[in-house]
Structures are given as structure tokens and as C-alpha cells.
């Protein structure tokens, strides 16, 4: 018997006003720029400050707003300048957005394992995906806990490849005190409704590299020089600017950010701290030098002692009204048909058709640390808007779910 139920509490939803901190900041800017009649970046004020405040806030020399996360890595991925069937390393376990970018710049995906412990790729995964056609290396800082960058970055160097890092889910995360999506040569960043700040949808691309930089600002504009004495369309390219609205929200929610960063690590702290001591659960592994910024609390079931594994344990916690995630992604994204059945552009397959079959090889033997990593992952939600009482009650009804599956089995 489920001793979980007596009182359910509905919790904090980062879908609707309950998980998310909206109020008189963003009005205020809204009002304004309604007030303004400029609602384009090109003319407003709003986007142009959010970029700089952006850039400051995390330590870079530029920072570009950007139509959503999936746009910020293409941007990053135009920015370099590929040539088609190129081969950039990813990882399997993360947004489609993240993906594909790569094959909408007629490069190839080729995903490295992960570190079971955390999902994140490591040099070690990377160093045995690399070819002589790398070009660029995307790593995906997960949940917001970071990569172990130092190695990454040096295995990097060694191969002189840029380093673009998906930082959509780590605002606030740092490695060895410096932001991350600063690491590497590009950062990447989402401005979704679900992540640590929002303006419904919305992007931003970072990065210290002056000519980058100039690409990325001509991609997000159709590749059109604005301001320059003979402006041009000079290369192929989307507009993927976002309007001065979001730019608005944007900005008043990045006044709110440290806060946001600052809440979800004690809430994260005082639910590792409830969880410590149950038998078979594995607390986030950070590794050393990283500030997780906790987008979202993974746990990691020990299948010794609960072989029915994540989806029983969020089976029960549904019944808590806690809505846990076995597996964070149904399968890795290679599992995806676009993959497995190359449904790119019309019936070409391209630009797969342009790989070496290596690189297509989508059997997930050859993936072990995703398909532990996965196999043992429970997502728990976690936001801004958690009081202590909303991680005492998921806490206990973790703790308590967890007992009745080692007692079914006792
Ligand atoms: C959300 C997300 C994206 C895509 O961002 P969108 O704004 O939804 O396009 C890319 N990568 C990661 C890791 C994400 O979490």
C-alpha cells in the first residue's frame, strides 16, 4: 500500500503562472514598447539592451537574441561556416533543437556516448567519436549540470575544433566560477517557456570571437548588413530575430535570474539532503569544479535494488500528483525516424548521404553509457516557485514510493 496519498499538494508548474515569475517588471517594459509602436529589434531598444545586459551578466563580448534555442544553434553552426557532409560531434541525449541545426547545414551528426552518471558527453566520448571530417564539437550541459569542460576543452585545442556549448538548460551553471556557454567558442542558450527565464519562445548566442560574432548578428538577419555603407545579402541565411515584446519580458526576467539560479540550488540542496540516505538512490553527480544550476533534479535508480526501474518509481509518484520523467527523452535521439529513416529533404536523405556509414551506424550496443544513462534516469521537476513545503512533499513521496517498491520485493 501507498502510504503517499493523504494529502496531495499541487505543485509549482513551469507551464502556467504557478512555476513561472511573471508580474509588474514585465508589464512595465511591455507597456512601454507598446507605447514605443516599435515592435522590430532592428528599430527598438529592448532587444539591443537584453543582448548587452546578457553579454555583461555572463561574461562575454557579445550576446545576440535569436528566434529559440533550435535557431541559437544553428546560428552558432552557420557562424562556422561548414562545408556540406562535414561531421560535427553531439550527443544523443538532448533537444531535437539541438540537432537539427546540423543537418539543416548539410552536416553530419555523429553522437558520442555519455557519462552514465550525468548524460554528458566527456572527452573520453568525444575523443572516440572525432574523424579526420570534425569540424566542431557541440556539447550539451544537461539539466543544467555542466560537462567536465577542462578535458573537453583540451582535447579541443589539441584537434583545433571550436567548441559550441548548449547551454539551453544551464543558465547560471558554472564551471571553475566562469558561466558556462563562456568555455567554448560559442555558447547557446533558450528562451522557452520551460526554461530558467523565459519570453515564450526565444534564443540567445554568445561568444568572445569578433568576426563570429559579426556572422552570427548577419545569420539571425538574413544575412543583411545593416548599417553598413553598401549593405548587402552577403551569404544564405533566416531572419531569426525576436520581436522587442519578447525582448521585454526577456530583459525584466533577466533582472530575476540570479534569484532563479539562487532558489533552485537550495530547494535541489534540501531535496539531495532528504534523499541522501534512501538505499538505491543516487543523488545528481556533479563533477569537479561544476556549479549545477538545476533545470531539472535527475536521480539515478539502482536497478540492484529496484530492477523494475525509473518508470515504476514515477508510476507511483503520478499517483502523488509528482510528475516524474523516467528516461528524461523516450529514446536516444537517434532512435528518432528522422534518423532511422532519414526523412530530411523530400526522399533525398541528404545530407546523411554524405556521411561515411560509420557514422550511421545507430545501434545502441554501441552507445552503452546512453543506454545505461537513460535506463536508469528519473527526472523530478523543479522551479523558481518551489517553497520548502514543495520539496519536503516530493521528497517524502519519493522516499515513500521508493519503500513500497523494496517492500513489493522483500
Ligand atoms: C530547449 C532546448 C533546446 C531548444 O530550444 P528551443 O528554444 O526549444 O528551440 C536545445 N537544446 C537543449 C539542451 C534544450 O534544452
Known sequence: MSSVETTTLTLPNDQD???????IEEMTALDAVLASGTLTSTKGAFVKNFEREFAEHIGASHAYACASGSAAVHTALAALDLEPGDEVITTSITDMGALAPILYQAAIPVFADVDPRTCNV?????EAALSARTRAIIVTHLFGNPCEMEAILELARARHLPVIEDAAQAFGARYRGRHVG??????????????????GEGGIVVTDDPALARRMYLYINKGWGYGDPHPDHYFLALNYRISELQGAVALAQLGKLDRHVE??????????????????????????????????YALRLDPAIYPEGPPALARLLKDANVAAVPRYIAKPAFMCEVFQKRRT?????????????????????????????????????????YELEHVSYVADAVRSAAADLRSARA
Do not use: M
Not at 503562472?17 to 508580474?23: E, H, P, V, Y
Not at 550511421?360 to 523530478?380: C, K, N, S
Open 17 to 23: 503562472a504557478s512555476g513561472r515569475d511573471f508580474g
Open 182 to 199: 563562456t568555455l567554448g567558442t560559442i555558447g547557446c542558450f533558450s528562451l522557452q517557456q520551460g526554461k530558467h527565464i523565459t519570453c
Open 122 to 126: 566527456t572527452a573520453a566520448t568525444i
Open 263 to 296: 532558489i533552485r540550488r537550495e530547494r535541489a540542496a534540501a531535496l539531495t539532503n532528504a534523499l541522501a540516505d534512501v538505499p538505491g538512490l543516487e543523488v545528481p553527480y556533479v563533477y569537479d569544479g561544476a556549479e549545477h544550476s538545476y533545470w531539472k
Open 345 to 385: 529533404f523530400g526522399t533525398s536523405a541528404f545530407p546523411l548521404t554524405l556521411a561515411r556509414p560509420e557514422t550511421l551506424d545507430y545501434r545502441l550496443e554501441r552507445f552503452p553509457g546512453t543506454a545505461e544513462g537513460l535506463a536508469h534516469v528519473l527526472v523530478l521537476p523543479i522551479n523558481e516557485r
